[in-house]
């Protein structure tokens, strides 16, 4: 629209000496609403020198200019809401101004004390407290300049104006002066603009203003999304005790070997930011408790021998102490976790296909399998095995997961479990979950190396777990698996349990 221009005659009287032609001042017109104007200002007079006072006399018919920061402003503004947007960051009727930023960057806003106290603690405690503050210009070097007007623009008008470029600028603001809402509304940005890409950075950002909610939630992206969001470029500019606390987590949904990588790409972007040369020695240093959190006997051998033992960030001791883990029974104590990590949220769950146990099973270096199918898609984690009839023994063991058509192993573990004598079932559990399809056969399998055992009888071909909560139910179907297996059936033998995930 173009600038609507009001010409007004100004009449000179004749005692000024002069005769003046007349004078014109313009008016430009930004914005209608409802037919009157919302945005009029006199933007300038193209005759100068007009006598500063004027006789009132009728031969003389000045023109009235308004100008809308000067004088009734007011009355284009319907409400109280629109009469305090009106003041936002405009110097009418301001009594404070906030010098905010530092270096060149300052700037110098105008502000209202009154509006500033009544949507914020902090500021009313500033003003009006027992130590209220009397100065007109307050500094404030440790705030942004674009936060901070977002933070007016919000106490004035309840307008939310964030990005991603001031989102966390913002927050910090929010909170610095006590605004709970403007709080409230960064936070709803950052879930809603969470991504695999930015999870490590807002995780930090949450940890470090204390938003529990925001950090629960980068934390379960990152659980989904762990092998996205380790190289996202922001991870290795996170602080030790974000590391600490992923690294810590049983459901990051990654090989271990891909940790460890991870580990060393950060220590070496922190051997820099601490200006170390990065060497294994100081690598090893700047991770400091994160190490020993990183499940090296998880790794295959191939995986541990091509990466971690030749980093030089573990000691020979460590290094030897693992290989000794990987390739001997009974497996050497290690300083470093061995629980696998399960990369499913939920409650475990797990049946048993035997109806009564027994006593004396034997061993010889033959398999105990089972097949089974499921009617809907689950993870198995592990099995339940019975122990040794002769008291606390411990047993090595080979369990795994095989799929019959093609005969592809997908899961095993090489491991071993102590016992206590009684007729329990002790847990074996892979090292990662096993994708379980549903109406696809599989074979349960478990090499036991040790003495006798107990057994189960009185087998269930079909058992049938519901879930308490939704009332889900996962059903089982075993069969007899062809081949030597040990004496183990539907009816009588090993593996009596299944532990599952859905």
Known sequence: MQPLVLLAAIECPDNLGYLRPQSHVRFTHSAFAGGAATNMTASSVESPNIP?????????????????????????????????????????????????????????????????????AVFDAMFN????????????????????????????????????????????TAKKYAVPALEAHCVEFLKKNLRADNAFMLLTQARLFDEPQLASLCLENIDKN????????????????TLVAVLER?????????????????????????????????KRKVLGKALVLIR???????????????????????????FLHFTVNPKPHVEFIDRPRCCLRGKECSITRFGQV???????????????????????????????????????????????DSNTVLGQNDTGFSCDGSSNTFRVMFKEP?????????????????????????????????????????CFTFCYAA????????EDGQIPEVIFYT
């Open 52 to 120: 500063s006072s004027l006789p009132s006399s009728p031969a003389s018919a000045a023109v009235l200019v308004y100008r809308e920061p000067v004088y009734n402003w007011q009355a284009t503004k319907n409400t109280v809401k629109e009469r305090f947007a009106f003041l936002f960051n405009n110097e009418v009727l301001s009594d404070v101004h906030f010098l905010v930023g530092k270096g060149m960057g300052v700037q110098r806003i105008p502000a209202h004390r009154f509006a500033l106290a009544v949507g914020s």
């Open 129 to 172: 407290g027992g130590m209220a503050t009397t100065s007109t210009e307050i500094e404030l070097p440790d705030v942004e300049p674009a936060a901070f007007l977002a933070l007016l623009k919000f106490l004035y008008s309840d307008e939310v104006q964030i990005g991603p470029e001031t989102v966390m600028t913002t927050l910090y």
């Open 226 to 241: 762990t092998v996205d969001a380790l190289a996202a470029e922001g991870f290795t500019d996170i602080d030790l005790d």
């Open 250 to 282: 049983d459901t990051l949904g990654v090989r271990e070997v891909r940790l460890f990588g991870a580990a060393v790409r950060w220590a070496e972007a922190e051997t820099q930011r601490q200006q170390y040369q990065p060497t294994p020695e100081n």
């Open 296 to 322: 090296f006997p998880l790794m295959t051998i191939e995986e541990f021998a091509a990466g971690p033992a030749q980093s030089g960030i573990l000691s020979d001791q460590e290094v030897v102490s693992l």
């Open 358 to 404: 027994e006593s004396r099973w034997g061993y010889s270096g033959t398999s105990d399998c089972i097949r089974f199918s499921v009617n809907r898609r689950i993870f198995v984690v592990g099995f339940g095995l019975y122990g040794s009839i002769h008291g606390p023994t411990d047993y090595q063991v080979n369990i795994q997961v095989i799929h019959t």
């Open 434 to 474: 096993v994708e379980i399809l549903p109406s696809v056969n599989y074979i349960a399998c478990a090499t036991l190396k040790g003495p006798d055992s107990h057994y189960g009888t009185k087998g269930m071909r079909k058992v049938t777990h519901e879930a308490p909560a939704t009332g889900t139910k996962t």
């Open 483 to 490: 081949g030597n297996n040990n004496g183990t059936s539907v």
